[in-house]
């Protein structure tokens, strides 16, 4: 007969892989529709223009319910993705952006627009700026790959900015950028309107295909 520790081992270690194999799942996608609002795919659709490319290159096409997991790069190009964390955290990627998962608490967001809603010390790295966090919403924007300028703006909790000249702390409705070369300027206030046009969710579901 099995003893009773090694029936909790077996038990706990099934109620851990899901998590451990999968950083998420996609929540969302969507598109512009003709007259520039956002449509969300159904549940079953999927575009090439959002895709993982998994450590191997092998690429994936995404759409509501695709997992994405560690090693993964998610690639937008005219759509915009929600990825579920778990735990009621979520990444939400704009167009034209690049984010890589690891196997921890980091992503390496290699280009464009991320969101970013957190409840655990988290970090995103970007060229040489490190943006960590113990439980936040912010948001991290750059227009060059793995490097050049990046803005950080927070829209709840605290965040630590870190570059090779310094480090900044950026607090709730505030927004710092960064100079390569240069140390971290102090923040500056957070435009409300701005932030509240982040989340935004799209305005209907796509037509089934």
Request: no cysteine; glycine share 12%.
């Amino acid at each position: 007969m099995m003893p009773p520790w090694a029936r909790l081992l077996i038990t706990t270690l099934l109620i851990l892989l899901p998590r451990l194999a999968t950083a998420g799942v996609v929540e969302s996608v969507a598109l512009p529709g003709f007259g520039g609002e956002m449509t969300e795919l159904r549940p079953g659709m999927k575009t090439g223009e959002a895709v993982a490319v998994g450590a191997d290159g092998t690429i994936r096409e995404l759409g509501p319910g695709v997992d994405v997991g560690a090693g993964d790069t998610i690639v937008t190009q005219r759509a915009r993705v929600v990825v579920d964390l778990g735990d009621d955290e979520r990444v939400h990627i704009a167009e034209a952006s690049r984010l890589e998962l690891t196997a921890g608490r980091t992503v390496l967001q290699h280009v464009g627009e991320v969101y970013y809603r957190v409840r655990e010390a988290f970090t995103v790295q970007y060229g040489s700026v490190e943006t960590a966090v113990e439980g936040t919403r912010f948001l991290v924007v750059g227009t060059e790959v793995d490097g050049g300028p990046v803005r950080v703006s927070v829209d709840e909790g605290v965040v630590r900015v870190t570059t090779p000249e310094g480090v900044q702390r950026v607090s709730q409705g505030q927004s710092l950028g960064t100079t390569p070369g240069a140390p971290p300027v102090v923040p500056e206030p957070w435009a409300a309107p701005t932030r509240a046009s982040r989340s935004a969710r799209p305005s209907r579901p796509a037509p089934p295909g």
